[in-house]
């Protein structure tokens, strides 16, 4: 039986409290967070006990811990967990700037612990089933990745100001993706950008609607669509297009219902937001972690991983700043 | 260049005449029509020379007729046609009356001239892939048939009075299709119908929604749906079912937009009438019977096939009738 | 907190038990099954106690059975636990037998307990999604009803040969989706079927392909496809005409990919069978007794409504023995 | 009757003439060609007259040109034709250099003759509904434009080398769907590319895998995705983006026919290259530029438009050469 602290009761360190609670191998020991409220309700609901970070990490017999606090906590519990010599699944990102993300991961390096990253949706089974087929060889050679990710609402502007941009905060997701279907690393960036959705996040100093295209050594092209409204729903598409054809996740639906009318034929909504759409993908993440744990394997998503995604932020937004081209 | 009388310059012989003056190895030269303003209305467009029944058969050197007057004129003109030694395109039915068929296709036959009926659906591009893929082997061994096939909106109620009913005017293009699908012909017919989109249909002693179930000697069975109304336009489907998969023809799209909106994603509506929906199966049929003319082959769709349609519609009408199930 | 025996540890039987195991305000006490290592592994796992029909109906704490057991002890289960005062969740069918059905209902409503049947497919977000949009009028009336249902792969044939037969077994189920759609009940039904999968169903006397078509005394029209072998995989679909449009619910995917080559574009496989399919309609299902159990509503799929599929299923069965249509 | 002399008998120029014929208000009276037997043969087809540039452009009572030569020769056959009073229906491009495309748009001022461009996509019939809806206000405010544009297999190299560039020769078409798209003008381009497809077009200094961004002064962001080869076929789509919705005009299909097998769905291929993809694109061309010289109407594409295309090809040109965002 694992034993894991799960630190952050909220939106989303509740589903992982769920995901948790559903598997038999796997105690969820403790819950904490600033809100004692949260901790409380959470704990309350799967058996768990409420402590706190340092009674927590103190207790020898705890496995792991899952990090779903704010981002800005990450890179600390990450170095705290590391040295008490948990294994720690975190949240995407460990951090907004990459010193600290590079200070904190040596902290992990040193301590030798297993660190998950939470890019979750390398776990969506579209696109694991797409990539699965791109590695089996179906579409020969990549040639070109495009990435659609459209949120369906902006975030409070409040938010935005503190998120470190769109690209570290959102498309930090699509350009992990980028990585993983690409076969080899960008090494150009250029990203142009507007805010058209709404003006006090332009206001904070962001965009909210932004295109990338990124190139690699092999020129290899990949590009991104973001955008922070989408009134039809969350919108999560990718295309793979290679030598020998052509793959692509399209967006998933409500149900399989369609409607013939005089107008043509409406078919359902796709998913609302992250929760519904990656509902499966957090299971399978989770799921995917506890196996590392328990035999003993090398975490999916690394570290590196996730600070390989921060570069390709920084590059971006660095490339928005001056109007052109960044390489790496 | 083959020579081409037609009879009847209504909606279906308009189209006819358009496809034989798109050829350039084809001569329109006679339009004959109880409406002499229509037969001059489409003998001008095409260059061709308005005319009667008799004149046109007179002419020697004339090669074929394409019949498209109504349906009560159809055995008749076959007939002469025959007499006359031309070859016979004919849009179906034959006749609504198996005597007058059995004794038409007897002078046909006697004249030795070929007779192709116009079952348009054999030339539709998807039914006739769906059709090629089948012979292929694709699906193995045929279980199944399903049909579907509804009006947008029924006929006037004196055009159903004296249409033969709902089987022998609507239906035996289904029929038709049925056979074509089916390794073998149907043994058992039971049908089963309602009037339920127009009262005037039923008072004129016909019904507008009906099923019928076939069943042939080998334990086939084939599904066949009509209504005389869908309001989300000309509703054209097949599936066939077998040992190895099954193949459907879905309904056409008038074009490939996907609109995306809070209510989900609406595509475009299927085409109104069998005038959008076949306009490529009348240009390959009336095609296919050129080159039948060129090459001296037998036609695709003989008068067999229109006699073999009219004998389940009339089991199903008896069927209908009677309560039962019909064998033949 | 609820508590509940499970009756059968067998695949549905284990089903009902994880989504028991899921809720927090519900307690599997007791798992009894004849197999007693199925019975100690399924308690185990979720910690419940093993226990036998007798002493698990004897505690008075006891709120509800769930049984999922095999067919021919339902009716003996249902009465039992009837006359101990549980509430009942079973799954269809009742009994195969009209009679025994009838006695097993008398004896429920002699002890008012609540009964809820096990017709999973109601709870389907499509299918529930589609009945919900025509419930809202969103077609107008209902004129048609078309039901395909076609199963990966044929049972045994021992299977087949006490099942009852394919309408009992499963078309019942399809026979259901009819009456909860269909705004009146059917009064003739027509079946035809063969034998076209497996040589030994028809050896034990069952076919494995069969069509019926239904008639309701409105004459609204229903079909219903089965097959016992379908190699894409489990087929489930459902299409309502009506006057004002037509809602179709059509197969899941098991992801959304397409593979584009030069064949054309490849789509992915429908789930394989109903445990993939009808996943959330069996924790739909379960919440839904719950809910009936915790706020004393009545069961939304009846013990009335099990006796009226069975009623249909055994007309097809005569209609077939007899060659003709059965009027109810 | 209109009288129209065509110039040029190749691929492109026989469409033009079949839907000349197809029309009864219209004369095909000329046909010029260098190649005299194509000329001949496209003549004889249509009963048209061979001829040269001189003759033709000398008959006074010759109503209109249509330019379907090779791009070198427009620009002159342009300004010859208007100086000779014709009215102009020109193949995409005007010419390679933008010097000389002004110079030639110069001249057609000056003689006062209409110019239409030959942008076959904006008379797709998809491409036309999708822009119909969007200019209905479908979508509210356009934010983003995605256009894929790939052709099934690569040119001769030695057909790249004077071509122009993959800018200037394909995506010029996409140029021209972004600026038909876009409420307002791009300002800024920025291209990047690759030789992925095929090694002598890279040796021939051009490109064949290439990806656009532009953004027009409102901040509206634009893609473009460019390949010389798709083994899947002519990949032609577009995606426009807004803040009420988004509309999308997906790949046509070869026939609606769905194969189920263990594999997933099988759907048709998309159709193979321009010819089958613009059929009805080119006879809606040809029909509006008849329309305009009936109806005394502006060109839907003027030079103008031709012009604007080829500054924003000539800027992604730029953008590539120099690895730096372009500025209009």
Known sequence: MISICLFGAGRIGRIHAAN??????VELRYVVDVDQASAAACAAQHGAAVS?????????????????????????????????????????????????????????????????????????????????RLDGGSIGKVEMVTITSRDPAPPPAEYAARSGGIFRDMMIHDLDMARWLLPEEPVEVFATASCLVDPAIGAAGDVDTAMVVMRTAGGILCHISNSRRAVYGYDQRIEVFGSGGMLRAENERNDTVQHFSADGTLISRVPDFFIDRYEQAYRRELNDFVDMLTNDTTPAVSGKDGRQALVLADAAQASLERGAIVRL
Chains 1, 2, 3, 4 share one sequence.
């Open 52 to 132: 706190s970070v340092e009674q927590a990490l103190n207790d020898h017999t705890l496995d792991a811990v899952i990090i779903g606090s704010p981002t800005d906590t990450h890179a600390d519990l990450i170095s705290r967990s590391a040295q008490a010599g948990k294994a720690i699944f975190c949240e995407k990102p460990i951090d907004l700037d990459i010193g600290r993300v590079d200070a904190c991961l040596a902290v992990v390096e040193q301590c030798g612990v297993p660190l998950a990253l939470g890019f979750n949706r390398r776990y969506d089974p579209s696109f694991a089933s797409l990539k699965a």
């Open 20 to 25: 948790v609670a559903a598997r038999d191998d």
